[in-house]
């Protein structure tokens, strides 16, 4: 049986694609299927915020490896969600240290000691953690990496490349999309704004933003994020303090004239975003 998940996996991103962007100075970004995936080059060698899905660790270090012959000495995890911890295991046995937030170990270890069809390697988990910000002083500048709460998750990191100016913000920032809040794993609502605040203010009009998913992106479009985010929480708040059930709720689609905007290739999506809204208030 799980020889047969793994195969359909592999089926799942035969085709995948992984593309490289100049960010800044000595900062990528790749995309292809899952988390964007910041990269640092340099004399001190590479290290890398997120890592995408397991099947797809040969392809992203033929990418890396086409910028650099440098090891891959430090893996960053923004959060614990697969699309961007996948890989963790197979940079992790070939010698790269995982960093994240404590909360990501712990969300993750259950995986790795239980018994389960879904099990990861223990070189999955983070050897080094935090509880509140770090920084990595590697290839001539700081990466400052800031834990920031009950947002996406209860265990998100944004990672600032100060000499570079560039800030990678994971599953906080879905550039152009309504976002996910994973409110059965400590997200919410109001984290998620404030974690946009706090990005404001770190930010300025030259920076550049690698958001979780999406394209690169400036401050001013994480300003359009911000705002979005704290009109549709007020709407949901006005009804749902109104007395309003969750369903009756999503049946008024309060929403709908942001949807042209801010909607994905999922139709059900701006509704799934009002529920999150709704269960984290």
């Known amino acids: 049986m799980l020889s047969t998940v793994v195969g359909a996996q592999d089926d799942r991103f035969a085709n995948v694609e ?33 890592d995408q899905f397991a099947p797809l660790s040969d392809k992203i270090r033929a990418a890396i490896k086409a910028l650099s012959d440098k090891p891959i000495r430090y893996v960053i995890n923004t959060h614990f969600h697969g699309d961007h911890t996948g890989g963790n295991e197979s940079f992790g046995k070939t010698g790269s240290v995982i960093v994240a937030h404590d909360n990501v170990r712990v969300r993750m270890a259950p995986r790795v000691f239980q018994a389960t069809e879904n099990k990861l390697g223990e070189k999955s988990l983070p050897v080094v953690t935090f509880n509140d910000e770090m920084s990595l002083h590697l290839n001539g500048e700081e990466a400052r990496i800031v834990h920031v709460s009950r947002a996406h998750t209860d265990g998100d990191s944004l990672v600032y490349f100060k000499g570079n100016n560039v800030l990678h913000m994971g599953d906080t920032f879905f550039a152009n999309r309504f976002p996910f809040i994973d409110t059965k794993n400590g997200g919410t609502i109001g984290g998620l704004i404030e974690t946009i605040a706090e990005a404001i203010e770190i930010s300025n009009s030259d920076t550049l933003i690698i958001p979780g998913h999406g394209p690169l992106s400036d401050k001013q479009l994480l300003i359009e994020y911000y705002q979005m985010l704290i009109e549709s929480r007020d709407r949901v708040i006005k009804l749902k303090t109104e007395g309003k059930t969750l369903e009756e709720i999503v049946a008024l689609k309060p929403l709908a004239d942001m949807d042209a905007r801010w909607q994905t290739d999922n139709a059900e999506w701006p509704d799934r975003y009002v529920g999150f809204i709704f269960e984290s208030l």
């Open 18 to 50: 992984i593309t490289t962007e100049h960010v800044r100075g000595n900062i990528h970004v790749l995309f292809g299927a899952g988390g964007n995936i910041g990269v640092s080059l340099g004399d001190d060698g590479i290290y890398i915020v997120d």
